[in-house]
């Protein structure tokens, strides 16, 4: 009886032990994959954490208008959560509202040292591109370039009919930017030398102006590069052709830089967007693609003075 015992203990205790070393092996088996999936999901939180979320709004500058929202198109469609508001309304608009607090982001075409009543010394100047700009007329009227002088002429109202510049018999009509317009700001400093335009008709918007030349016979503005296309012609001042080599030798001398401005320094996904259209990617493909210049391209600088040294 006692030798039968031990003979059955003996055999349930071999098939615990083939049983255990089952388990185990399952165990081995299964606990990998578990630590894959444990590690997936840990992962997978990681990202979840490290995602852009949330909501911010940009507003300012017309002539910087088009890269923010492109850059903010193509920033959200990587970053699902995120979420760019991006307006218009001017310079003046972009610096006012980031002093106050009201946005995330204000745009400026000029220094917010050039803005009478804004605290620069509370705002973080980000600047993101360069952009040139220069005259633009209907394509009837006959004319493809100017010196300083005569476009110095033809905004202060010295010269009213494109026949006096060998173009077409037709009164010239101004189309001005709206008053504290950043891009109306750098055309009267340095493409008209501080003079004064005469009282015309104004606008808010480049993509406005853009439509009113276009369609007015007679019409003279002025754009960002941005905004050149077929239907309206950018006019040469003095010989030179205005386009990105000339503007970065400043040969051309109606350009820009593009601020973006932060009331303090930008943190979250205020942050993450300006470092986005600052990173290679974007300066070397979206920047450029637009019609605009990435800063790093530039073989001069220029301060809120206007003052211009070479790199």
Request: net charge negative.
């Amino acid at each position: 009886m006692k030798k039968r015992f031990i003979a059955v203990f003996t055999l349930l205790l071999v098939f615990a032990m083939i049983a255990a070393g089952c388990g185990t092996t399952n165990s081995n088996d299964n606990g990998g994959s578990s630590t894959s999936s444990k590690q997936e999901e840990k992962n997978g939180n990681n990202n979840k954490e490290d995602a852009v979320t949330g909501s911010i709004t940009a507003v300012g500058s017309s002539a910087l208008q088009p890269l923010v929202e492109a850059a903010a198109q193509q920033f959200s469609s990587e970053n699902p959560g995120a979420t760019i508001n991006v307006q218009g309304g001017g310079s003046g608009t972009g610096l006012s509202k980031i002093s106050e607090g009201a946005v995330d982001i204000g745009n400026s075409d000029i220094f917010a040292e050039e803005k009478e009543g804004i605290p620069a010394e509370k705002l973080v100047d980000h600047k993101v591109a360069v952009v040139g700009m220069g005259p633009v007329v209907h394509p009837d009227v006959g004319v493809e370039g100017l010196t300083k002088e005569q476009l110095i002429d033809i905004f202060t109202g010295k010269v009213k009919n494109w026949k006096e510049l060998g173009g077409a018999d037709q009164e010239i009509v101004v189309i001005n930017r709206a008053k504290g317009s950043g891009t109306r700001t750098t055309f009267e400093q340095f493409g008209l030398d501080g003079a004064v335009p005469i009282e015309a008709q104004e606008q808010d918007s480049s993509g406005t102006v853009r439509k009113i030349v276009s369609e007015t016979p007679g019409a003279i503005s002025y754009l960002a590069f941005s905004y050149f296309d077929d239907s309206i012609v950018a006019l040469a001042i003095d010989g030179k052709e205005p386009n990105q080599v000339n503007v970065e030798t400043n040969d051309w001398k109606i350009w820009a830089y593009q601020h973006m401005y932060t009331n303090g320094e930008p943190m979250g996904l205020t942050k993450a967007f300006i470092d986005y259209i600052l990173s290679d990617e974007v300066q070397t493909s979206l920047v450029t693609e637009l019609d605009y210049l990435p800063v790093t391209g530039m073989q001069i600088e220029r301060d809120a003075n206007g003052e211009v040294t070479k790199k």
